[in-house]
Structure formats: structure tokens, C-alpha cells
Nanobody, 120 residues
Framework: QVQVVEYGGGKVQPGGSLRLSCAASRNILDFLVVGWYRQAPGKQREMIASITNTGSTSYVDSVKGRFTISRENAKNMVYLQMNSLEPEDTAVYFC??????????????WGQGTQVTVSS
């Protein structure tokens, strides 16, 4: 059973930084892509950053230049460094890992989420 666990959330003041971590229970390179999503109260879950198994990254416009996604293969970890945090970044942040099964179907694994609150 593949598990994905996030940690590193918390409360921070506007302008502050946090680093979220996503730990996978299998080789991180087995996943086609690992993404960070967030869901604010009353809003839909949105992907904000992703990294493929070849190292390509992408970001939603609202976090470009402030957030950085990275991977540490040896530890099967993906990180999200968040700088210049704004109150609008307040949300529950989720890690998603996607791979192909033997039938070439995509399989998604979700973590339980970690709360990030940006407030003075």
C-alpha cells in the first residue's frame, strides 16, 4: 500500500516562509508526477506546483516567484518552499503522487493534508 504523508504546515505571519514536506513510501521516481494542491475554505482544490519524474516543474501564476517545488530522490521526498506568504495562501495543502499501474491507468495517492495559516 503506497502512502503519502505531508508535514510542515503551521501559522506564519504575512511575508514569512514555510517549507512543506511530502514523504512517499516508495521510490519517488516511480511516480509520473508529484504535485502540491491546496484548498481554501469554500473553494475548490487547486494544483499549485508539480514536479515530474524527469524534473520538470510547473506553477500556478499566483505562486510563481514565491514558491519552489523540489525533490530529494534518496529520501523519497518532495518539498514545497513557500516564501513571501500572503493571507490568501491560507489553505489546507495536499500532496498528490500519480503513477501508472500495470494496465497503464493513472493511480493517484493523496496525503491527509496539512494546514497553512497566514495571519498577523
Amino acid at each position: 500500500q503506497v502512502q503519502v504523508v505531508e508535514y510542515g504546515g503551521g501559522k506564519v505571519q504575512p511575508g514569512g516562509s514555510l517549507r512543506l514536506s511530502c514523504a512517499a513510501s516508495r521510490n519517488i521516481l516511480d511516480f509520473l508526477v508529484v504535485g502540491w494542491y491546496r484548498q481554501a475554505p469554500g473553494k475548490q482544490r487547486e494544483m499549485i506546483a508539480s514536479i515530474t519524474n524527469t524534473g520538470s516543474t510547473s506553477y500556478v501564476d499566483s505562486v510563481k516567484g514565491r514558491f519552489t517545488i523540489s525533490r530529494e530522490n534518496a529520501k523519497n521526498m518532495v518539498y514545497l518552499q513557500m516564501n513571501s506568504l500572503e493571507p490568501e495562501d491560507t489553505a489546507v495543502y495536499f500532496c498528490n503522487a500519480r503513477r501508472l499501474d500495470y494496465a497503464m491507468q493513472t493511480v493517484d495517492y493523496w496525503g491527509q493534508g496539512t494546514q497553512v495559516t497566514v495571519s498577523s
